[in-house]
Nanobody, 120 residues
């Protein structure tokens, strides 16, 4: 398994920005960010695969950017134009199973502990 440690969560006003970071112990075939609202399901929102290609769900397209610095072994999620509905626990994930949607929780083998983002 890949060890993952997130940071960067916090409270921000609507329209503001946050950058989440995720330090990983080794390279993975792909990495992504998930979020989970209270009472909601955990769902994938941004993907970065091994070739550097990225994919986003519609709700964050144009506002969030996933990036990676291999020299620092860190995955980032830049979150701009934040909305109250972005309030959630955010998780970094690594090592996906192929042949299934990356947006599904069961697709990923390694999970971080999560970091809370609150937008008011």
């Amino acid at each position: 398994q890949v060890q993952l440690v997130e940071s960067g969560g916090g409270s921000v006003q609507a329209g503001g920005s946050l950058r989440l970071g995720c330090v990983y112990s080794r390279a993975a075939n792909a990495m992504a960010w998930f979020c989970q609202t209270p009472g909601g399901e955990r769902q994938g929102i941004a993907l970065r695969d091994g070739s550097g290609s990225t994919e986003y769900v519609d709700s964050v397209t144009g506002r969030f950017t996933i990036s990676q610095d291999n020299t620092k072994k860190t995955l980032y999620l830049q979150m701009d134009s934040l909305k109250p509905e972005d309030t959630a626990m955010y998780y970094c994930v690594a090592d996906r199973a192929w042949g299934v949607s990356w947006k599904r929780r069961a697709t990923w083998k390694s999970w971080g502990q999560g970091t809370q983002v609150t937008v008011s």
